[in-house]
């Protein structure tokens, strides 16, 4: 059973903090490490993804950090906004294993005006 | 570039029933996955279509199955419907495997429930 852990389950933050949303895989076989957005209503979407050759990426406000060998990945969100309360899923992936993600359980954020 | 198109949007089906969920992936898209959200088990895979072939599945029992046309449009079917059986549906495409098949597209979804 390939397992993946989220932390924490929620998070409420002020506008403008920097919410970590952290995440733990078991399959070593992993390289793809993507984090998806989902607002109510709407299906996921890709948010911001990173390959394990580095340990950091940052796209805007949002970025991942790397550690392969604890193996776990995390989502920072540089001066929130209301605008980014949303579910967010981590959702690694062996790459010459299809399109199989295996989705963690969701960390729920809110973003207080 | 039109987006992962699910029909229908909502439905309500009673136990015993069988349903048949629609998508239609981004253009180009050969990849079409499958998954279930509840609010108790998150998100699921139930199974992927790469030009016409399942090529994974999830563990989901046999009364969930799947089809891809050659026109890369998905279907699932649930048969013999169950009460658990109540979820939203996603479908997503991709447009393949490997490094260039990375991102999923999701639908909106189908949201399912079962009186």
């Known amino acids: 059973q390939q397992q993946v852990k989220q932390s924490p389950q929620s998070l409420i933050v002020q506008k403008g903090g920097i919410p970590i949303i952290n995440c733990a895989y078991e399959?070593?076989?992993?390289?793809?490490f993507p984090w998806y957005q989902q607002f109510p209503g709407k299906g996921p979407a890709l948010l911001i993804a990173?390959?394990?050759?580095?340990s950091e990426k940052k796209e805007g406000r949002f970025t991942i950090s790397f550690n392969k060998s604890a193996k776990q990945f995390s989502l920072h969100i540089m001066d929130s906004q209301p605008g980014d309360s949303a579910t967010y899923f981590c959702?690694?992936?062996?790459?010459?294993?299809?399109?199989?993600?295996?989705f963690g359980p969701g960390t729920r954020l809110s973003v207080l005006p | 570039k039109a987006g992962v198109t699910q029909t229908p949007r909502y439905l309500i089906k009673t136990r015993g029933q069988q349903v048949t969920l629609s998508c239609s992936p981004i253009s180009g898209h050969r990849s079409v996955s499958w998954y279930q959200q509840t609010p108790g088990q998150g998100l699921q895979f139930l199974f992927e279509?790469?030009?016409?072939?399942?090529?994974n599945k999830g563990n989901f029992p046999g009364r969930f199955s799947g089809r891809q046309f050659s026109n890369s449009r998905s279907e699932m079917n649930v048969s013999t419907l169950e009460l658990g059986d109540s979820a939203l549906y996603l479908c997503?495409?991709?447009?393949?495997?490997?490094?260039?098949?990375?991102?999923?597209?999701f639908g909106e979804g189908s949201r399912l429930t079962v009186l």
């Open positions: 997503a495409s991709s447009p393949g495997s490997g490094p260039i098949g990375g991102e999923l597209f």
């Open positions: 959702a690694p992936r062996q790459d010459n294993y299809g399109q199989n993600f295996v």
């Open positions: 399959n070593t076989a992993f390289d793809y």
């Open positions: 990173i390959r394990p050759d580095v």
């Open positions: 279509y790469f030009s016409e072939t399942q090529r």
